[in-house]
């Protein structure tokens, strides 16, 4: 058995539950627009700009926009179309009480218009003064008509204005006042002047504007022009750079001289002749502005365009040697790579050898850079480099190495931080370098340790160091030898004097010796090579142990001397 309850539901509910459920909201239902049309100032002159602005104070929530047209001419037509914007600017420019209207459409359709009488008195303002030039630039020559004609008043007829020019700005007036909006001036030289124009109207109230003009000494009338001899020039041609298409379209039989500018050099001329020869330094795209100039010092320009050939320039041959010095058994690396060409890379190059500079070529033409030679016979030898580059220019370089008697063991050592190369010897148990260390130090190092190196024409004889910053540089945890090997001791340098004879030591250390060490003079009777090793002693002259060689010493020193000196390096490879 189902029991059934009756629910008694209040009236009002149930009218509000109707309504949610329709979709239905009864604020608005209800509403009607109640619109407010303000405008700020609410009266005024003439001259003045009026803010006016629409509002609907009791707009819902779900009206949260609406649209306006406005009426602000008094006629019977809207100014526009509905927009959103509620506000908008007006200027009347008659006195008298007039009426603006606005009309409100709401998203659900309704329509509200709304009226306001505004009163305007009359109020008064300036001319809006206005001028033309013409023409807009011009020659000392030219007549130039400025007109005012374009000014006007809000108040007054354009035939109540008068009106006055300064064309120099000198603070003063060319003109009085005049009815005629329109002047002519004559300039006399050229310049950029300053244009004052000024209008008044009939309450004396004054407007002025200023424009700039260019008086220049161009002459649109002078036409320019110019051609070149060569089409396909290269920087090694002479280009005849011709102006002899020039003429005045007013006067055929006016002459010019000319003037030259070549982007990136200079000017050339004025010339009389036409006819200008010029040889370009670079090749590529080149702007050239002629200038034609006429007796009384007017003138016009042109600028073209002409492209310059690259040159094809004979190659930079170039030569690099393991060492320059070595004897019979001496397998020595040459390479060819330190070539250049304008247009070849190297690796496209052909080169050549002539080992023994004789004139007769070792090799045939091939793209390897790099060969290993062996002399038979001791002597001095220039090797000679012939590079040809792709547009078959060619060019020859010499190296000299000199080769000894000695049959002691050799080799070569790349310092992979500079990438040189020295010669090595092996003299008894010992690999030796067989030229000076020229390992250059950066900025930064010279800023911690300064003056640690010098050169005096380091690229022939290496760097001299400076004994006591190296050792400190070498005891900070850095090496100024390749890696691999390191500074003699004066125990190393006591080890290499077991093998040096007793009778011509000297020249048994020095280049083209038995022991291949290959010692030089650097421009002075005597050269010196250091060790690490120093001592405690009272006189600086002796703290520092040494190697050196004397021109008038037939024997080898190995003495102490002063840390504080220069010395020439020799570094000794690292024990295995």
Same mark, same amino acid.
């Given at each position: 058995?189902?029991?059934?309850?009756? !629910?008694?539901?209040?009236?009002?509910?149930?009218?509000?539950?109707?309504?949610?459920?329709?979709?239905?909201?009864?604020?608005?239902?209800?509403?009607?627009?109640?619109?407010?049309? &303000?405008? %700020?100032?609410?009266?005024?002159?003439?001259?003045?700009?009026?803010?006016?602005?629409?509002?609907?104070?009791?707009?819902?929530?779900?009206?949260?926009?609406?649209? !306006?047209?406005?009426?602000?001419?008094?006629?019977?037509?809207?100014?526009?179309?509905?927009?959103?914007?509620?506000?908008?600017?007006?200027?009347?420019?008659?006195?008298?009480?007039?009426?603006?209207?606005?009309?409100?459409? #709401? %998203?659900?359709?309704?329509?509200?218009?709304?009226?306001?009488? !505004?009163?305007?008195?009359?109020?008064?303002?300036?001319?809006?003064?206005?001028?033309? !030039?013409?023409?807009?630039?011009?020659?000392?020559?030219?007549?130039?008509?400025?007109?005012?004609?374009?000014?006007?008043?809000?108040?007054?007829?354009?035939?109540?204005?008068?009106?006055?020019?300064?064309?120099?700005?000198?603070?003063?007036?060319?003109?009085?006042?005049?009815?005629?909006?329109?002047?002519?001036?004559?300039?006399?030289?050229?310049?950029?002047?300053?244009?004052?124009?000024?209008?008044?109207?009939?309450?004396?109230?004054?407007?002025?504007?200023?424009?700039?003009?260019?008086?220049?000494?161009?002459?649109?009338?002078?036409?320019?022009?110019?051609?070149?001899?060569?089409?396909?020039? &290269?920087?090694?041609?002479?280009?005849?750079?011709?102006?002899? @298409?020039?003429?005045?379209? &007013?006067?055929?039989?006016?002459?010019?001289?000319?003037?030259?500018?070549?982007?990136?050099?200079?000017?050339?001329?004025?010339?009389?002749?036409? $006819?200008?020869?010029?040889?370009?330094?670079?090749?590529?795209?080149?702007?050239?502005?002629?200038?034609?100039?006429?007796?009384?010092?007017?003138?016009?320009?042109?600028?073209?365009?002409?492209?310059?050939?690259?040159?094809?320039?004979?190659?930079?041959?170039?030569?690099?040697?393991? #060492?320059?010095?070595?004897?019979?058994?001496?397998?020595?690396?040459?390479?060819?790579?330190?070539?250049?060409?304008? $247009?070849?890379?190297?690796?496209?190059?052909?080169?050549?050898? *002539?080992?023994?500079?004789?004139?007769?070529?070792? &090799?045939?033409?091939?793209?390897?850079?790099?060969?290993?030679?062996?002399?038979?016979?001791?002597?001095?030898?220039?090797?000679?480099?012939?590079?040809?580059?792709?547009?078959?220019?060619?060019?020859?370089?010499?190296?000299?190495?000199?080769?000894?008697?000695?049959?002691?063991?050799?080799?070569?050592?790349?310092?992979?931080?500079?990438? %040189?190369?020295?010669?090595? $010897?092996?003299?008894?148990?010992?690999?030796?370098?067989?030229?000076?260390?020229?390992?250059?130090?950066?900025?930064?190092?010279?800023?911690?340790?300064?003056?640690?190196?010098?050169?005096?024409?380091?690229?022939?004889?290496?760097?001299?160091?400076?004994?006591?910053?190296?050792?400190?540089?070498?005891?900070?945890?850095?090496?100024?030898?390749?890696?691999?090997?390191?500074?003699?001791?004066?125990?190393?340098?006591?080890?290499?004097?077991?093998?040096?004879?007793?009778?011509?030591?000297?020249?048994?250390?020095?280049?083209?010796?038995?022991?291949?060490?290959?010692?030089?003079?650097?421009?002075?009777?005597?050269?010196?090579?250091?060790?690490? #090793?120093?001592?405690?002693? @009272?006189?600086?002259?002796?703290?520092?142990?040494?190697?050196?060689?004397?021109?008038?010493?037939?024997?080898?020193?190995?003495?102490?001397?002063?840390?504080?000196?220069?010395?020439?390096?020799?570094?000794?490879? *690292?024990?295995?």
């Amino acid at each position: 058995m189902v029991t059934s309850y009756a !629910i008694k539901v209040p009236k009002l509910l149930l009218i509000l539950s109707v309504a949610l459920l329709m979709g239905c909201d009864p604020e608005q239902n209800d509403w009607v627009p109640e619109g407010v049309l &303000t405008s %700020k100032p609410d009266s005024g002159l003439t001259t003045q700009t009026f803010d006016l602005m629409i509002d609907i104070p009791n707009l819902p929530t779900t009206q949260n926009e609406f649209y !306006i047209r406005w009426n602000l001419n008094g006629d019977s037509l809207w100014d526009d179309s509905f927009t959103v914007y509620k506000t908008t600017a007006w200027r009347f420019y008659k006195p008298g009480i007039h009426r603006v209207k606005a009309e409100i459409l #709401t %998203k659900d359709g309704q329509r509200l218009t709304l009226s306001r009488d !505004i009163t305007i008195n009359q109020g008064y303002s300036p001319p809006h003064a206005s001028f033309t !030039i013409n023409p807009p630039i011009g020659n000392y020559l030219t007549e130039f008509t400025f007109d005012g004609s374009a000014t006007f008043d809000d108040e007054d007829s354009l035939t109540t204005l008068k009106y006055r020019w300064n064309f120099n700005d000198d603070g003063g007036w060319d003109t009085e006042y005049s009815s005629n909006p329109v002047a002519k001036h004559v300039f006399k030289k050229s310049d950029n002047y300053s244009i004052l124009f000024s209008a008044i109207d009939p309450t004396g109230r004054i407007s002025n504007e200023i424009k700039t003009l260019e008086v220049n000494m161009i002459d649109e009338r002078i036409h320019p022009d110019f051609t070149w001899s060569s089409l396909n020039g &290269t920087v090694k041609d002479t280009f005849l750079l011709d102006a002899s @298409f020039t003429y005045h379209e &007013t006067d055929p039989a006016k002459a010019f001289s000319y003037t030259w500018y070549i982007y990136g050099e200079e000017k050339y001329g004025p010339f009389t002749d036409p $006819v200008f020869p010029h040889v370009f330094n670079e090749y590529g795209q080149h702007k050239l502005i002629l200038t034609a100039t006429d007796e009384v010092g007017l003138s016009n320009s042109c600028t073209k365009e002409l492209y310059v050939i690259k040159e094809n320039k004979p190659p930079s041959p170039g030569i690099e040697l393991s #060492t320059p010095y070595g004897n019979i058994n001496t397998n020595f690396y040459i390479s060819a790579w330190p070539s250049r060409d304008d $247009v070849t890379i190297p690796s496209e190059m052909l080169i050549r050898w *002539d080992f023994e500079g004789d004139g007769i070529w070792d &090799t045939g033409w091939t793209y390897e850079k790099t060969v290993f030679h062996q002399f038979m016979l001791p002597g001095t030898y220039w090797v000679t480099l012939e590079a040809e580059d792709e547009g078959g220019e060619k060019a020859m370089t010499k190296s000299r190495i000199m080769v000894s008697s000695s049959t002691a063991q050799t080799g070569y050592i790349r310092d992979m931080r500079d990438y %040189k190369y020295y010669g090595t $010897v092996r003299i008894g148990d010992q690999w030796w370098m067989s030229d000076n260390l020229d390992y250059r130090v950066d900025s930064k190092t010279w800023k911690e340790y300064p003056h640690i190196q010098e050169c005096y024409d380091c690229d022939l004889y290496g760097a001299i160091y400076r004994v006591d910053l190296a050792i400190e540089y070498i005891q900070d945890g850095n090496n100024l030898c390749p890696h691999g090997w390191h500074f003699p001791t004066k125990e190393d340098w006591l080890e290499l004097q077991k093998h040096i004879p007793v009778n011509g030591g000297r020249d048994a250390m020095m280049v083209g010796g038995m022991l291949g060490f290959n010692a030089r003079y650097a421009g002075f009777a005597e050269v010196s090579f250091f060790s690490t #090793t120093v001592r405690n002693h @009272f006189d600086n002259n002796q703290r520092q142990f040494y190697m050196g060689l004397q021109n008038d010493y037939d024997g080898v020193d190995f003495l102490w001397g002063d840390m504080r000196g220069f010395y020439y390096a020799r570094c000794i490879k *690292d024990e295995l």
